[in-house]
């Protein structure tokens, strides 16, 4: 399940993540956006599979998307470029449309980025980060972060055991499955406050956040992390330079004006840096998957020819 | 796995709604944060509970000015808008009568008003200097915060003036603007046989000596014994306001004119060329009083002319101060306040001014600087029709719509009134947090929102872009 990147140290992890969620929600340039959509798919598609990939998509981002870029321009109503009148009278602008799919296309790469977020960064390796800085505040934002996976596992497992004794949500009429489906929300949620106080007890026995508590952990900073963060220090930092000088500046208030299209030297720079920073866990993945592919035939064939030689003998 | 996916699906949705909501409003940037900012009611119109304290007397048709000046909001609620005229009469130590006519059709959102006025009739030199010499000056100086309805108010002083024609003056950011006209009435003691006799010995003395020339311009300038009422519309009740007085009246120009012109050429000075030195007529001539009374003599001439000329030098002279320019230019004043509801349809003037930003320029919001006109004039003073009950509002969204200008509103609720988020892609907040849109209607700043402003035949509508809350376009309701 788990891919290259992962089995990297925890604060590499983290500081993709960091970076690539801030660019994304801080620099509303179409390219970027374009860019690190297209990477947060490919990698989700390398973590989960594309099937479960596409229906994440389907029946979650899509429909954020769409409700996002129609609602913008519906209550907001900015931009030189008047396509029409509202009902109430607001004129309904192109750059307020513009800025609805922008916003779309922002929002689905974020949600994406953040369901490869919670396969990568375990709670585990957020402790590790943050258990000595900020014990509480780690602990709190781990469960927080792991609170809809968690409780959607929980809840599949409690309507199972309800299924058991014939209390399916899909058993006898539209009644009786609502109420089968509050008794299984009734118990998620007991099991929901138990859990966070046995969780605090559990805790708290464990001298978690004491003085002098260590913590076992078996994440090294290799050499290749090393690389790897040399690597992420460069593209980031070209990044964020092209950004800071406006090569990949972009507003869409009171008029359209997309800074880096058609490309520029400076803008390539940028963009090409954003997409090596972005592809990097899936440029990782790939290397590391064509190279046991690669190792494995020669073993394969090694093995083959030994096999060979050793039945012709 | 069926109710595993059927959770999911709720809970996406949740999410989905929470985060629609949110780029809903992120979009605008936080637009809708603080809505009290600019024309939507400036305070809330609250309950018209109708107790008073027992020392409260209900508001009477003329009413005495209490100690302290105020008259309190729940004596306002109780009389808001019916169809009656409300005095409050005051007098002063040095004998200076001024009553206050509220007409309570006007009011939709009471508040306390406090009407009492100080009155300074020395040490105004300086004023009627800059006022373009005027003829005659009062100072008044109020405690008051906004306005509820346009007042008239009409101050009776124990002396005579000589000009006929006066205006009210207001110092805005260090200049003087013109509030709104001030009708002046005098009416001097019956001792007029010996005034006529000196003019006529004056006119003769002028002829043939120079040495008491003034006598007889002074006769015909300075204040004779009795009473002057004047009467205007009060547009705000901030600070000191000044009324000026000149002469206008062909007849008696034309012996000042003569009296200056002997005096003239008695001394010799510098030949008094005939131009005229014109009635404070607004701000244009009001900061141009420095070059005038540079030519001597005729410096404390008090010879008018029509005021055409005077136009033109206000177009050339390129110093508005936007706010007041803005605000009180267009004010019509008089009585031709708004009687909201009552009227049928006819013609309004609309004017859409952002001057205040020049003045903020490195405040505004990046990427707004093409959508400031260098002269600040979104929209000139524009003639509309408009029909029965239409509102400040309608008239301001047809307007816009016409002339292919952006503008943008949101109903508010809270206030029962559309407020005015953005003109021209010039929104709230965006030339620093106190800026928003603000409306006046004949130069006055209504305490209600602008759909809540029923139109009357001939109001003049000025929108206006303020940095300061109100302040720096004559609006002093809201610090």
């Not at chain 1, 260590?214 to 460069?234: K, Q």
């Not at chain 1, 090409?272 to 190792?295: D, N």
């Not at chain 2, 407020?419 to 929104?427: A, K, P, R, S």
Request: net charge negative; hydrophobic share 35%; charged share 20%.
């Amino acid at each position: 399940m788990s891919d290259t990147f992962s089995t990297y140290h925890p604060s590499l992890n983290m500081l993709f993540f960091v970076g690539v969620l801030g660019v994304t929600m801080f620099v509303t340039h179409p390219i970027i956006l374009g860019i690190s959509l297209v990477s947060a798919i490919s990698y989700a598609t390398l973590l989960k599979g594309w099937r479960r990939t596409l229906r994440n998509n389907l029946i979650f981002t899509l429909p954020v998307m769409i409700i996002a870029a129609a609602f913008n321009p519906l209550f907001n109503h900015y931009g030189v470029t008047i396509l029409g009148y509202l009902p109430n009278g607001n004129p309904f602008t192109l750059e307020s449309c513009v800025y609805g799919l922008v916003m779309a296309f922002l929002l689905a790469a974020v949600i994406t980025w953040f369901s490869c977020y919670t396969d990568v960064m375990t709670s585990d390796k957020f402790i590790y980060l943050f258990g000595r800085l900020i014990p509480a505040l780690s602990l709190v934002l781990s469960m927080a972060l792991r609170f809809v996976p968690h409780f959607a596992r929980q809840a599949g497992v409690i309507a199972d055991g309800q299924k058991c004794v014939g209390r399916s949500t899909s058993n006898g009429n539209i009644f009786a499955r609502i109420k089968h489906g509050i008794t299984i929300f009734s118990i998620l949620v007991t099991w929901a406050l138990e859990n966070a106080i046995e969780t605090a007890d559990s805790m708290k026995c464990r001298g978690y956040g004491e003085k002098g508590r260590t913590a076992f952990a078996i994440f090294r900073f290799d050499r290749r992390d090393g690389y790897c963060l040399a690597g992420m220090v460069l593209t980031f930092s070209i990044v964020l330079f092209g950004a800071s000088r406006g090569y990949v500046f972009s507003r869409y208030n009171p008029k359209i004006l997309v800074e880096g299209w058609p490309l520029t030297p400076a803008s390539f720079c940028v963009f090409g840096a954003f997409l090596i920073f972005c592809m990097l866990p899936v440029i990782l993945e790939l290397a590391s998957r064509y190279m046991w592919k690669r190792r494995r035939e020669m073993a394969d064939g090694s093995l083959i020819r030994s096999y060979r030689l050793w039945e012709l003998e | 796995m069926h109710k595993t996916i059927g959770k999911r699906v709720l809970l996406s949705l949740f999410l989905v709604l929470v985060m629609a909501f949110l780029s809903a409003c992120g979009g605008s940037g936080g637009k809708e944060k603080d809505s009290t900012a600019a024309d939507t009611g400036k305070t809330a119109q609250t309950s018209q509970e109708k107790e008073s304290d027992p020392e409260e007397e209900p508001l009477a048709d003329v009413n005495p000015i209490p100690e302290d000046g105020i008259i309190t909001k729940d004596q306002f609620a109780a009389v808001a808008g019916e169809e009656r005229d409300i005095s409050f009469v005051g007098e002063t130590d040095d004998g200076i009568k001024y009553t206050w006519v509220y007409h309570a059709a006007q009011i939709q959102n009471p508040e306390d008003q406090n009407l009492k006025i100080r009155f300074d009739r020395e040490d105004l030199e300086d004023i009627k200097k800059q006022a373009n010499n005027a003829n005659d000056a009062l100072k008044m100086t109020m405690y008051g915060k906004g306005l509820i309805c346009p007042p008239t108010l009409t101050v009776e002083i124990p002396e005579a003036w000589q000009s006929d024609m006066g205006m009210l003056l207001k110092e805005q950011n260090d200049k003087l603007a013109k509030m709104s006209d001030v009708t002046i009435l005098s009416q001097p003691s019956e001792d007029k046989e010996s005034d006529a006799d000196k003019k006529d010995s004056a006119d003769k003395e002028a002829a043939e000596t120079t040495t008491e020339e003034n006598s007889g311009i002074d006769s015909l300038t300075k204040p004779k014994k009795g009473t002057t009422s004047l009467t205007m519309t009060v547009l705000s009740l901030d600070g000191a306001c000044y009324v000026v007085g000149g002469i206008t009246d062909p007849d008696k120009l034309a012996a000042i004119n003569h009296q200056m012109q002997s005096v003239a050429s008695a001394n010799a000075n510098q030949g008094y060329d005939g131009e005229t030195v014109e009635a404070p007529e607004d701000e244009g001539s009001v900061s141009q009083s420095g070059d005038s009374s540079s030519s001597g003599q005729s410096g404390s001439g008090n010879s008018k002319s029509g005021d055409v000329a005077n136009k033109d030098k206000k177009s050339s002279s390129g110093k508005k101060s936007g706010s007041s320019s803005g605000s009180s230019d267009k004010s019509s004043g008089g009585n031709s306040g708004s009687n909201s509801g009552s009227s049928s349809g006819g013609t309004c003037t609309i004017s859409i001014n952002c001057s205040t930003i020049l003045n903020n320029m490195d405040n505004l919001t990046a990427g707004k600087e093409d959508f400031v006109p260098s002269d600040g004039w979104i929209l000139k003073a524009t003639q509309v029709s408009f029909s029965e009950g239409e509102s400040v509002h309608d008239v301001l969204q047809r307007v816009c719509k016409e002339k292919g200008i952006h503008m943008e509103s949101a109903f508010t609720p809270a206030y029962d009134s559309a407020y005015v988020e953005g003109i021209n892609q010039l929104y709230e907040f965006d030339c620093g947090e106190l800026s928003g849109w603000m409306y006046n209607v004949n130069g006055w700043f209504p305490n209600y929102g602008c759909s809540k402003y029923t139109l009357s035949d001939g109001d003049v509508i000025n929108w206006v872009y303020t940095c300061d809350l109100g302040k720096d376009v004559g609006d002093n309701s809201m610090y």
